[in-house]
């Protein structure tokens, strides 16, 4: 029987951790998420997007990782399962 593995839900590279902290720093706000979401389809597909946000909704993934929160809406999460933010 093949070995099946649980796909993981969404990963933050110790690299961007690195990048958002100093980005963070920059706007000398620690209360920053990181909020990625998607748009769009159309002819081009799907758009990807980052920003800083202090607000999020409690219908939100949080993903915490070295002091740094990622936020992903609901509509977006799905597509982005198993992917890794560098």
């Known amino acids: 029987m093949p070995d099946l593995q649980t796909p993981k839900t969404l990963e933050l590279t110790d690299q961007a951790v690195s990048k958002v902290k100093s980005l963070m ?3 000398g706000n620690s209360e920053l998420k990181l909020r990625l979401y998607i748009t769009g389809g159309g002819c081009s597909g799907f758009q990807y997007g980052f920003s800083f946000d202090e607000e999020f909704d409690e219908e ?3 993903i915490e990782k070295d002091g740094v929160t990622l936020v992903v809406d609901p509509m977006s999460f799905p597509y982005l399962i198993g992917g890794i933010v560098d």
């Open 25 to 27: 720093a920059e706007e």
């Open 60 to 62: 939100d993934t949080q």
